[in-house]
């Protein structure tokens, strides 16, 4: 176990590293001069382009640079935005609430709705079971901003249930974060319901589940302790895979209905080339998506101590 | 040799009926048919000028000559969609070429070679995983600014690992296979081996994986065009009328938005089915 756990989480802080070096070298991949691009061809006096200079060290060589930007951001260090000549750690800050809300509505969604949808084509045969394969193949192929604008037009515009546009205050954003989690959501919870679908099927027809049929014990007792805690560990991959793809793409949904989240400022900051706030908010994604891929890797092993085992002797 | 293994092949085929959903697979190649022409030879199908703007007819509903009705600029949404599908196919199809060439070759060179290679191999693709798509394509477009350069480079990098996870472990069960073990015994060298018997036998595979890629890659450019990174208006394309409808969405107007997105929708289903029965017929 210990070793299993030690060899994740090596895993998980190479790809970190790896993935940082990505982020931070986009800079010098950008053609042209670096403080150029950082300014974004604005005309800056000289005592702040030296500052500039002076902040990214533009003297070090390339590599040594690229360690002293991993430690600023190992302190929340992100440096700062050129565009709103502020710490691009505050910015972050202040949109990071409602990309992690959004994302959170639609984790318990995609969660609960995939594993009922799942569970209940997985266990009952015939009319039911067709409708929802039929409908969660279709929701799969649909991409979240073709969700979010069906949603827009149908609820909001059209029933005028929802508000369209904005997160809200505190008080209203749950409803105005309804549809976009349920756009985001969407396809994911179609995946979801069928991954869980299958493994309930698979399950159901191995000869535990058979015998413990036949010696008739309660149905209910008989999904719970048999099949589902021998599906959980497929379903608990395909809800947190899912989940951890939902930060990149919460960068569509938010921009579909105008939420002030990490998502839009990221396209806001790409198109006027804001680059300290690209490479924060992308460094801050693949973080969300690292970190809850290895939760889930380690969940494993507390889920199945048949793998644990295998995994010790391996 | 080689043929008598790709007979076996074929038999194995035929012994495995799949008349279920014929008439689904049947759709979907016409879609992708329907859709490669619009690609090759839009412009000249279309009935309009995709960009002739008319304001005092925005947002018309259908008409006759106005078969989806006309946009916010009173610009015909059929024809935009028509000579759109080029534009928004092209970028996916560079992105599978590529992705598929450089993720075969590796796959191919990491289960011959196996040991350091093969295992150091799989390790980077780990990591290379762990990136999500979109946000590598964000960010290559802030660094080559808006169009669809950035996103190609970025979208290509992000499927080579994907590419190379499923192939190889397909390579994998190929290579244990006594037909490759013959020609190595008869003392033919690995890349010989590799490229006359190994890739014709995986070649299936490969096209199935390219069409399941071809999905992904669609719905990630339309992603990148509707965040404005991508495609830039008023060139017709699906992504960005997604976009660009969605302001006819809030004002109640959604045809330009629900037309184009059906389209991607009715693309990618069709692409996933087909690529979904080539495998399902050539897995073991």
């Given at each position: 176990?210990?070793?299993?756990?030690?060899?994740?989480?090596?895993?998980?802080?190479?790809?970190?590293?790896?993935?940082?070096?990505?982020?931070?070298?986009?800079?010098?991949?950008?053609?042209?001069?670096?403080?150029?691009?950082?300014?974004?061809?604005?005309?800056?006096?000289?005592?702040?382009?030296?500052?500039?200079?002076?902040?990214?060290?533009?003297?070090?060589?390339?590599?040594?640079?690229?360690?002293?930007?991993?430690?600023?951001?190992?302190?929340?260090?992100?440096?700062?935005?050129?565009?709103?000549?502020?710490?691009?750690?505050?910015?972050?800050?202040?949109?990071?609430?409602?990309?992690l809300q959004l994302v959170g509505y639609a984790a318990v969604i995609l969660t609960l709705l995939g594993l009922a949808?799942?569970?209940?084509?997985?266990?009952?045969?015939?009319?039911?079971?067709?409708?929802?394969?039929?409908?969660?193949?279709?929701?799969?192929?649909?991409?979240?901003?073709?969700?979010?604008?069906?949603?827009?037009?149908?609820?909001?515009?059209?029933?005028?249930?929802?508000?369209?546009?904005?997160?809200?205050?505190?008080?209203?954003?749950?409803?105005?974060?309804?549809?976009?989690?349920?756009?985001?959501?969407?396809?994911?919870?179609?995946?979801?319901?069928?991954?869980?679908?299958?493994?309930?099927?698979?399950?159901?027809?191995?000869?535990?589940?058979?015998?413990?049929?036949?010696?008739?014990?309660?149905?209910?007792?008989?999904?719970?302790?048999?099949?589902?805690?021998?599906?959980?560990?497929?379903?608990?991959?395909?809800?947190?895979?899912?989940?951890?793809?939902?930060?990149?793409?919460?960068?569509?949904?938010?921009?579909?209905?105008?939420?002030?989240?990490?998502?839009?400022?990221?396209?806001?900051?790409?198109?006027?080339?804001?680059?300290?706030?690209?490479?924060?908010?992308?460094?801050?994604?693949?973080?969300?998506?690292?970190?809850?891929?290895?939760?889930?890797?380690?969940?494993?092993?507390?889920?199945?101590?048949?793998?644990?085992?295998?995994?010790?002797?391996? | 040799?080689?043929?008598?293994?790709?007979?076996?092949?074929?038999?194995?085929?035929?012994?495995?009926?799949?008349?279920?959903?014929?008439?689904?697979?049947?759709?979907?190649?016409?879609?992708?048919?329907?859709?490669?022409?619009?690609?090759?030879?839009?412009?000249?199908?279309?009935?309009?000028?995709?960009?002739?703007?008319?304001?005092?007819?925005?947002?018309?509903?259908?008409?006759?000559?106005?078969?989806?009705?006309?946009?916010?600029?009173?610009?015909?949404?059929?024809?935009?969609?028509?000579?759109?599908?080029?534009?928004?196919?092209?970028?996916?199809?560079?992105?599978?070429?590529?992705?598929?060439?450089?993720?075969?070759?590796?796959?191919?060179s990491a289960a011959w070679l196996n040991g350091w290679v093969d295992s150091g191999?799989?390790?980077?693709?780990?990591?290379?995983?762990?990136?999500?798509?979109?946000?590598?394509?964000?960010?290559?477009?802030?660094?080559?600014?808006?169009?669809?350069?950035?996103?190609?480079?970025?979208?290509?990098?992000?499927?080579?690992?994907?590419?190379?996870?499923?192939?190889?472990?397909?390579?994998?069960?190929?290579?244990?296979?006594?037909?490759?073990?013959?020609?190595?015994?008869?003392?033919?060298?690995?890349?010989?081996?590799?490229?006359?018997?190994?890739?014709?036998?995986?070649?299936?595979?490969?096209?199935?994986?390219?069409?399941?890629?071809?999905?992904?890659?669609?719905?990630?450019?339309?992603?990148?065009?509707?965040?404005?990174?991508?495609?830039?208006?008023?060139?017709?394309?699906?992504?960005?009328?997604?976009?660009?409808?969605?302001?006819?969405?809030?004002?109640?107007?959604?045809?330009?938005?629900?037309?184009?997105?059906?389209?991607?929708?009715?693309?990618?289903?069709?692409?996933?089915?087909?690529?979904?029965?080539?495998?399902?017929?050539?897995?073991?």
């Open positions: 176990m210990p070793k299993y756990l030690f060899q994740r989480i090596l895993l998980a802080v190479a790809a970190l590293l790896i993935s940082s070096f990505v982020v931070y070298s986009a800079l010098y991949l950008m053609p042209g001069d670096p403080i150029a691009n950082l300014t974004g061809g604005r005309h800056l006096p000289p005592e702040a382009l030296d500052a500039l200079r002076q902040r990214y060290h533009f003297g070090d060589p390339f590599l040594l640079r690229y360690v002293e930007w991993l430690g600023g951001v190992l302190h929340f260090d992100f440096g700062r935005s050129v565009i709103f000549n502020e710490d691009v750690s505050s910015i972050v800050a202040d949109k990071l609430a409602v990309t949808l799942g569970l209940i084509a997985g266990l009952k045969k015939g009319v039911t079971d067709s409708i929802i394969v039929a409908v969660t193949s279709f929701l799969a192929a649909v991409p979240p901003y073709m969700a979010a604008i069906v949603a827009l037009s149908v609820f909001a515009v059209s029933l005028g249930w929802f508000p369209a546009i904005g997160a809200g205050d505190s008080g209203t954003r749950l409803l105005h974060l309804t549809l976009p989690a349920f756009a985001l959501a969407a396809s994911s919870l179609a995946i979801v319901a069928r991954v869980t679908r299958v493994s309930i099927r698979a399950e159901s027809n191995r000869e535990h589940v058979q015998t413990a049929v036949s010696r008739g014990l309660p149905r209910r007792q008989i999904i719970v302790r048999h099949v589902l805690r021998n599906a959980s560990v497929p379903i608990v991959t395909v809800v947190g895979v899912t989940v951890a793809s939902l930060f990149a793409v919460s960068a569509v949904v938010e921009q579909a209905f105008s939420l002030d989240g990490l998502g839009a400022m990221l396209v806001q900051a790409a198109l006027s080339r804001d680059i300290a706030v690209v490479q924060a908010i992308a460094l801050l994604y693949v973080f969300a998506f690292i970190l809850v891929n290895t939760l889930v890797d380690v969940l494993y092993a507390f889920l199945d101590p048949r793998l644990r085992a295998k995994k010790e002797l391996a | 040799m080689t043929t008598m293994s790709i007979t076996v092949q074929s038999v194995r085929n035929r012994i495995r009926p799949h008349n279920r959903g014929s008439i689904l697979t049947w759709v979907s190649i016409g879609t992708l048919a329907v859709a490669v022409l619009l690609a090759l030879f839009g412009p000249l199908l279309a009935p309009h000028d995709p960009n002739q703007t008319d304001i005092i007819h925005a947002y018309f509903a259908p008409t006759a000559d106005h078969w989806l009705g006309q946009d916010s600029q009173g610009r015909d949404v059929l024809s935009r969609l028509i000579v759109g599908a080029r534009s928004s196919m092209t970028g996916p199809f560079v992105v599978v070429f590529v992705a598929m060439i450089v993720g075969t070759v590796v796959a191919l191999v799989s390790t980077l693709t780990d990591i290379m995983l762990g990136f999500p798509a979109i946000v590598l394509a964000v960010l290559a477009s802030s660094v080559f600014g808006p169009g669809l350069i950035g996103p190609t480079i970025a979208l290509g990098l992000a499927y080579i690992p994907t590419t190379i996870r499923v192939l190889r472990s397909f390579i994998i069960r190929e290579r244990a296979k006594d037909y490759i073990l013959a020609y190595e015994v008869q003392g033919l060298s690995g890349l010989l081996i590799c490229a006359r018997h190994l890739f014709p036998n995986i070649l299936p595979m490969v096209i199935a994986q390219a069409t399941l890629l071809f999905g992904y890659a669609m719905v990630d450019f339309a992603a990148i065009s509707f965040l404005g990174l991508g495609v830039q208006p008023p060139t017709p394309d699906w992504g960005v009328m997604v976009a660009t409808g969605q302001r006819g969405v809030l004002l109640g107007y959604p045809m330009e938005s629900l037309a184009a997105g059906a389209c991607i929708v009715a693309v990618v289903l069709a692409v996933n089915f087909v690529g979904q029965r080539i495998s399902d017929r050539n897995e073991p």
